[in-house]
């Protein structure tokens, strides 16, 4: 006599069965169809739960002609905002049963629209893109064939989603924030010559504005232009103000890298943080809560940013006709160490 083996994959008929519903108010049910009686949503999820029952995601999307796969490509992997920001796309995509396959330009233009024609584009179904390289003269580019989601400040305007952060009020309370705290001689670290959009423009705009609000004149010299927004380069802004002899008593990083960078430096040189000199940055990265001393930072709103990247992109990939949307996402100041008062 042959073992007949034991069923191992729960189907909705099993859920259907146990429910005491039909195989459609189960499929219902697990596409979050919005139409069911709470009392019956209630009794399928109690099946689902008991029999362990999980949807195939291929089957669903080989049924309507998706993969269930979205991109996302991000300048650096290695600088830590964009590290956390893809895990926030990860796991904001997992709760809504996608996979996201992640690739980094190197803020190169040329890698960045060679992401937007590559190949891999036909493995996904749609792309949240933060470019870096790219200008507002290439808005043209963006004109693919594909849902498209660009995150940041290089190009504002045209016929796809954009989610942003608050850059110029979030370095306009950076900047009030060292100044309540009676700093007057505020150094800007890591902006960018030239530069009249992206996050190095719109932030040394609103430190500017708050100088500006306080009666507190700008000082050029005090402004330090740098390349990659790394940790190395936040050092040597803070190198250059001390061997030049400016006098400082602030530093806002324009963002943690570049801050944590200028925390090294002034530890180097033996400066007391935060009596001599406070520094500030821009991200809240989580090193940021790690730091000796503890830095503070604006907190841009990372995680709304990453969730609602997802859902405007899901919202695209179903065929959504609404008008473009433009999301700038909310901020908070997070207080540390290195600005106590």
């Not at 309507?64 to 991109?71: K, R, S, W």
Request: aromatic share 6%.
């Amino acid at each position: 006599m042959t073992d007949v083996p034991a069923k191992t994959t729960v189907t909705m008929t099993d859920v259907a069965q146990r429910a005491g519903v039909s195989v459609k108010t189960v499929s219902n049910v697990v596409n979050d169809y919005p139409h069911i009686r709470p009392a019956t949503r209630e009794k399928v999820q109690k099946a689902i739960d008991e029999l362990g029952y999980r949807m195939n995601l291929a089957a669903r999307n080989l049924r309507q002609g998706t993969t269930g796969i979205i991109g996302l490509a991000v300048p650096e992997l290695s600088l830590p905002y964009f590290a956390e920001l893809a895990d926030s796309v990860m796991r904001a995509a997992e709760a809504r049963g996608l996979v996201v396959l992640i690739e980094q330009t190197g803020a190169s233009r040329q890698h960045e629209l060679d992401v937007l024609t590559s190949e891999r584009r036909q493995l996904t179904d749609g792309l949240i893109f933060s470019p870096l390289g790219l200008g507002p003269d290439d808005a043209d580019e963006l004109k693919v064939p594909y849902p498209l989601v660009v995150l940041g400040e290089r190009i504002f305007g045209g016929d796809w989603d954009h989610v942003t952060m608050n850059n110029v009020d979030g370095a306009r309370a950076a900047t009030q924030h060292l100044i309540d705290r009676g700093r007057r001689r505020i150094a800007v670290a890591g902006a960018h010559a030239g530069e009249t959009m992206g996050s190095a423009a719109l932030r040394v705009l609103g430190y500017q504005a708050a100088l500006a609000a306080n009666g507190i004149p700008f000082d050029p010299a005090l402004v330090i232009e740098g390349g990659l927004w790394h940790r190395a380069t936040g050092a040597d802004c803070v190198y250059q103000l001390l061997d030049a002899g400016t006098e400082f008593d602030a530093v806002f990083g324009l963002n943690d890298a570049l801050a944590l960078g200028a925390l090294h430096a002034l530890h180097a040189r033996r400066v007391d943080i935060p009596r001599k000199v406070a520094v500030v940055g821009f991200d809240d990265t989580e090193e940021a809560a790690y730091s000796a001393p503890t830095l503070s930072s604006i907190a841009p709103g990372r995680e709304q940013i990453a969730d609602t990247a997802v859902d405007l992109l899901m919202q695209r990939i179903a065929g959504s006709a609404e008008p473009f949307r433009r999301v700038v996402a909310d901020f908070t100041l997070e207080a540390r160490e290195s600005t106590a008062d």
